[in-house]
Nanobody
């Protein structure tokens, strides 16, 4: 059974850092691109960052470039999101997801087949 379990969320002051982890099981992790999305209260879920199957290609949305870094460890079946210089507008539930898309970096929700349950990140001003 496929599972994606996020951890590492919490409450942090503006300017602080958090590292999210997402542990995967039930599928061949190294064959899937991985992504992070977020959903703020009352807003649609939006793309944050994604990483290719090998980890050699990464992409992040403009609002987090230079602050957030996605990485993965295929030996540990885990994907990470290092978040630095956090801002109040980063407050959201963060979800990791797995995509079978074989070329390019998947950025659309519809590109992803498996989803975690989410972890709350709250940034206070």
């Amino acid at each position: 059974q496929v599972q994606l379990v996020e951890s590492g969320g919490g409450l942090v002051q503006a300017g602080g850092s958090l590292r999210l982890s997402c542990a995967a099981s039930g599928f061949t992790f190294s064959r899937y691109a991985m992504g992070w999305f977020r959903q703020a209260l009352g807003k649609e879920r939006e793309f944050v960052a994604a990483i290719s199957r090998s980890g050699g290609t990464r992409y992040s949305t403009d609002s987090v470039k230079g602050r957030f870094t996605i990485s993965r460890d295929n030996g540990e079946n885990t994907v990470y999101l290092q978040m630095n210089s956090l801002r109040p507008e980063d407050t959201a539930v963060y979800y990791c997801a797995a995509s079978w898309v074989q070329t390019g970096i998947p950025k659309d929700l519809s590109d992803y087949q498996y989803w975690g349950q989410g972890t709350q990140v709250t940034v206070s001003s």
